[in-house]
């Protein structure tokens, strides 16, 4: 199976979709690590529990983001990652790393990209008073919360909604269509022209509903 590893600063709860699916067999993938900049963050717990390998590279430590990224790019080679997915790492990552891993880094936004990029897009387009929101997979550019999107999902807002309660209905989202997208990069089925993403049709099981 594709070996991908997890970059995550936060609680891990798409990190957790993602070990659950592998788990339960309707993603075709071995988790081969995860890398969290965070100590004491979430994430790191869920990976011990789950028994997969979490390595937690302190960004503070590092003097500045060339020598985190080079120190986060040699570990993930030496796990023989071929895919790395994003999931709530909050940190822009450099050119030599996207150049180490040209194509083959994805991330998750909890909004509708192009609207509302950023650490807080999310609440924004709550704020904002979008009536549909959403989260976004794309594969991942310089630019944050950029690149050829290979799915999208909508999440209608309800009338009155709390911040909170959306944020954590575009959560449920998010751990439904992130596997999804990363089954289809597993099964060789993703094509990009430009900013176009093609996916191309397979009898494979569905990896989205529950
Ligand atoms: C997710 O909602 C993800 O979309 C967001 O961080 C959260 C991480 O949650 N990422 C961004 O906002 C990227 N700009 P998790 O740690 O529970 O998976």
Redesign the pocket.
Known sequence: PLNIAIL?S??????QAMIDKAAAGVLDVNICCIVCNRPGA??IERARKAGVTCVVLDHEEFADRESYDREVVQTLQEHGTQLVVL??Y?RMLSTAFLDAFSGRVI????ALLPSF???H??VDACEYGVKISG?TVHFVEEK??SGPVIIQAAVPVNPDEEVDDLMQR??AM?HRIYPQAIQWFAQNRINVWGREVHVAPGKAKTVAPD
Do not use: K, L, R, T
């Not at 991330?107 to 909890?110: A, G, Q, V």
């Open positions: 995550a936060g609680s891990g709860s798409n990190a979430g994430v999931a709530g909050m991330n998750i936004h909890p990029p950023g650490v897009g999310g989260c944050m919360d575009i959560h998010e």
